[in-house]
């Protein structure tokens, strides 16, 4: 049971550079989110996506784009990559109030 | 403003030792309290829920404590291995239907288990 999935693990982007991180999840939840991890910051929202052809503002979404593909896939897009948006990617999905399941990561290195 | 707080911020102890891990949070309507493990290099793990009528719950070596009254919560760890050696994160849930269930972190506890 794979959970939720992230592509890639590792990049590196040049500034201005643009990406996309792809998620999907494969344990039929409706909503699923973004969040990014700094040192000392702990986990912030980027974007979340409450159900299927819904999505919203998190609380760090400047220079982030996102799209709800279909009920298992999520995907966070980079237009124009800064030196700030160097950071550690999570994707995670629940269903209702339940309990988070999370990826394992991507990680985004901007030159 | 809804907050949560953990604390310390790093901990340091030699294996066998038990610990306490503090989370106090400012969260309302408040519907639930997770705490989440997260191992270097990966994504955080769930070990418990609290909910506003339990008090305690326990999962093997780890007990969670929440006082919704002073809304503060605990974790402890009893008889610690080096595998505990981790993150570890409060998350606390506000009511659905007021803020559509809305997640609010801690910026984790870092746990170091010495051999």
């Known amino acids: 049971n794979a959970g939720v999935t992230q592509t890639p693990k590792f990049q590196v982007l040049k500034t201005g550079q643009s990406m996309t991180l792809q998620c999907a999840q494969d344990?039929?939840?409706?909503?699923m989110y973004w969040y990014r991890q700094d040192p000392g910051m702990g986990l912030r929202l980027i974007y979340y996506?409450?159900?299927?052809?819904?999505?919203d503002k998190g609380e760090v979404p400047n220079g982030y784009n996102v799209s709800r593909l279909n009920k298992r896939e999520f995907s966070l897009r980079l237009e124009s990559a800064a030196p700030s948006q160097t950071s550690v990617y999570f994707c995670?999905?629940?269903?209702?109030?339940?309990?988070?399941?999370f990826g394992e990561g991507s990680r985004l290195t901007v030159l | 403003k809804n907050q949560v707080e953990q604390s310390p911020q790093s901990l340091i102890i030699l294996e066998g030792k038990n610990c306490t891990l503090q989370?106090?949070?400012?969260?309302?309507?408040?519907?639930?309290l997770r705490w989440y493990k997260q191992d270097t290099g990966r994504g955080p793990v769930s070990l418990t829920i609290?909910?506003?009528?339990?008090n305690t719950k326990s999962n093997g070596r780890y007990t969670a404590t929440l006082d919704a009254d002073t809304k503060q919560s605990s974790l402890h760890i009893t008889a610690s291995q080096l595998s505990d050696s981790a993150s570890y994160i409060c998350?606390?849930?506000?009511?659905?239907?007021?803020?559509?269930?809305?997640?609010?972190f801690g910026r984790g506890t870092q746990l170091t288990v010495w051999p």
């Open positions: 995670a999905s629940r269903e209702r109030d339940g309990e988070l399941f």
């Open positions: 344990m039929n939840h409706n909503s």
């Open positions: 996506s409450a159900s299927e052809g819904t999505t």
């Open positions: 989370c106090n949070y400012t969260v309302s309507p408040f519907s639930n």
């Open positions: 609290m909910t506003f009528s339990e």
């Open positions: 998350v606390v849930s506000a009511v659905r239907g007021s803020t559509l269930g809305r997640l609010y």
